[in-house]
């Protein structure tokens, strides 16, 4: 664990020793034997000298910070961060809250909803104490909402001449996307013919149709069918 020089006058501990000692205070005890010979405690026999050395092994400092962009569209998934750190025994924590939320906001629980957030990571010291406490610079990002389109929408293929543009609205149509089932639907609107005249083929023009449900504001609704 340690070297002494030639001419006796110094010890220099090997740094690969120094390196296995957990963080903390130490004091290192240097006996010596001249000529090599060992103490025999007898009458005429002096003590061989004894240094004392005080040795602190301080933490070291840990770092973390988040390595990706994580913005990304809504796929009813949670946000996925990744991270690089020093200490890979450290317990890990990610955190997020509303960019406009205190601090006081921040949660365990990752948004998969659309919206603007902010994450942090902790990395808390190791079980043996040997790196200090880390917490990353907060990254923001945005959870963009699904574009969305209604496909399918159709109207009864004639009607009875009745003096007004209504068409009856046969299938309301089906959404291009959506990832939250019965929690996303489609409000039904309105169809109207160009004119009022009877004529074969008329063009017909819809309004009126939204998103519905829990999940809607995930999603943003391009046009009419």
Do not use: C, W
Request: hydrophobic share 30%; glycine share 8%; proline share 4%.
């Amino acid at each position: 664990h340690y070297v002494i020089s030639e001419d006796g006058a110094t010890v220099s501990l090997k740094a690969a020793y120094l390196q296995t000692l957990p963080a903390g205070n130490y004091k290192l005890h240097v006996s010596y034997k001249p000529m090599g010979e060992s103490y025999v405690e007898q009458e005429g026999n002096e003590s061989p000298a004894l240094t004392g050395l005080d040795l602190n092994v301080q933490k070291i400092d840990g770092t973390v910070s988040v390595t990706n962009a994580p913005d990304k569209t809504y796929d009813g998934q949670e946000a996925v961060i990744e991270y690089s750190t020093n200490n890979s025994a450290g317990e890990v924590l990610v955190e997020y809250k509303k960019q406009t939320e205190e601090d006081q906001a921040y949660t365990a629980v990752a948004p998969k909803n659309a919206g603007e957030y902010t994450v942090r990571v902790t990395i808390r010291e190791d079980a043996d104490g040997n790196y200090t406490e880390a917490l990353s610079e907060p990254v923001n990002f945005t959870i963009s909402k699904k574009a969305v389109t209604i496909q399918g929408t159709s109207v009864e293929p004639s009607k009875i001449y009745d003096g007004n543009v209504t068409a009856i609205i046969k299938e309301k149509g089906t959404l291009s996307e959506n990832y939250d089932g019965e929690q996303l639907s489609i409000t039904v609107g309105t169809a109207a013919y160009a004119d009022k005249t009877a004529a074969n083929g008329k063009t017909v023009t819809f309004s009126g149709f939204e998103l519905a449900g829990e999940a809607k504001d995930n999603y943003e609704l391009t046009g009419q069918p």
